[in-house]
């Protein structure tokens, strides 16, 4: 039995940061560029043939493969504890355009135009509002008519979700929440959110997760004590929601059968891994976590279990 963290007082840490499985440097890296060739082409768009959905789509899965493919080079000495949060916004591209894959190709071209134009809107009178009260010399883009803007595509999308019965006509859009709760991704959604808005938001915890040392006399600050954490963090969930995203839109972007393939195998090798990086670790709450051998031997009696299922239902 492990001795329970103190967490009523902030902690130093006399045990190393975590040690998580790293996946093989060349394989992903290997796998994704000869992907690459591909996923160019596809980021070849043409509006008038295609549609805003579509562009959507092809921008989003662009971009969670670039971030996949740059998250497999970080090095020891980055911090990439500034990078972490980019995860959150593949996650949420993916729930989003799943959600809207249910409607009319009309309808889903409709809701990411006016999408867009409602972000454009609130993006420019929040612009003004600071240029005008910090910088007022400063010449900046505007709408004559923005409050007009507005309440045209709110009025347009919430005809949608009405029409449709796929949320209220009181909303625009449900949240990325409920989206992920109606397409059955709520554990990733909560999993990511939880995870990256600690990066980006106040957190006391996360500011005493990364003071460490030996002793309460010798312990320092810095997001560089857990860079080997989030390197991986980076590292795993990227090729996570990458893989993810080429399952879910595979039809859509008419990906490969030989594409798949090299999917399936970035897969199983994430898949391989022994641990994969936790929202708490053992080694922050100063517990020794369980050894490789430990892991293994649950692994493999999970895995018989689930194969004796398999034969049952035979």
Same mark, same amino acid.
């Given at each position: ?31 994704? +560029? ?56 593949? $996650? ?26 409602? =972000? ?7 612009? #003004? ?19 007009? =803007?507005? +309440?045209? #595509? ?9 029409? #449709? ?30 995870? +990256? ?36 963090? $980076? ?10 995203? $080429? ?33 708490? #670790? ?30 049952? +239902?035979?």
């Amino acid at each position: 039995m492990f001795r329970m963290a103190d967490t009523s007082e902030p902690n130093v840490h006399p045990t190393d940061p975590p040690e998580l499985d790293d996946p093989d440097d060349d394989q992903p890296r290997s796998l994704l +560029t000869t992907l690459q060739p591909q996923v160019t082409a596809l980021a070849l768009f043409r509006i008038g043939r295609e549609g805003a959905y579509k562009g959507a789509l092809k921008a989003a899965f662009v971009k969670a493969f670039e971030f996949a493919l740059f998250a497999q080079a970080l090095e020891d000495n980055e911090a990439s504890f500034f990078t972490a949060s980019a995860l959150r916004g593949i $996650c949420e591209d993916l729930i989003v355009l799943k959600f809207l894959r249910q409607l009319s190709k009309k309808d889903r071209d409709e809701m990411v135009l006016s999408r867009m134009m409602q =972000l454009v809107s609130v993006a420019v009178t929040r612009q #003004t509002a600071f240029f005008g009260h910090r910088r007022p010399f400063q010449s900046v883009f505007s709408f004559k008519n923005s409050e007009d =803007l507005g +309440t045209d #595509t709110r009025e347009r999308m919430k005809a949608i979700g009405k029409r #449709t019965g796929l949320w209220s006509d009181k909303l625009t859009l449900p949240s990325v929440e409920q989206m992920a709760k109606t397409i059955e991704m709520e554990d990733i959604y909560q999993f990511f959110y939880s995870i +990256t808005s600690e990066v980006v938001h106040f957190n006391p915890r996360l500011a005493f997760r990364n003071l460490w040392g030996p002793n309460q006399q010798s312990s320092i600050y810095s997001v560089m004590n857990f860079t080997g954490y989030y390197r991986e963090f $980076c590292r795993v969930y990227s090729l996570f929601l990458f893989v993810r995203f $080429c399952r879910e839109c595979r039809r859509d972007l008419k990906l490969s059968r030989s594409f798949m393939a090299s999917v399936s195998d970035i897969h199983a090798g994430i898949d391989a891994l022994l641990r994969w990086p936790e929202a708490v #670790t053992f080694e922050e709450m100063n517990l020794r976590g369980p050894s490789d051998i430990e892991r293994k031997l649950v692994r493999v009696m999970l895995d018989s279990e689930k194969r004796q299922r398999r034969r049952n +239902t035979d």
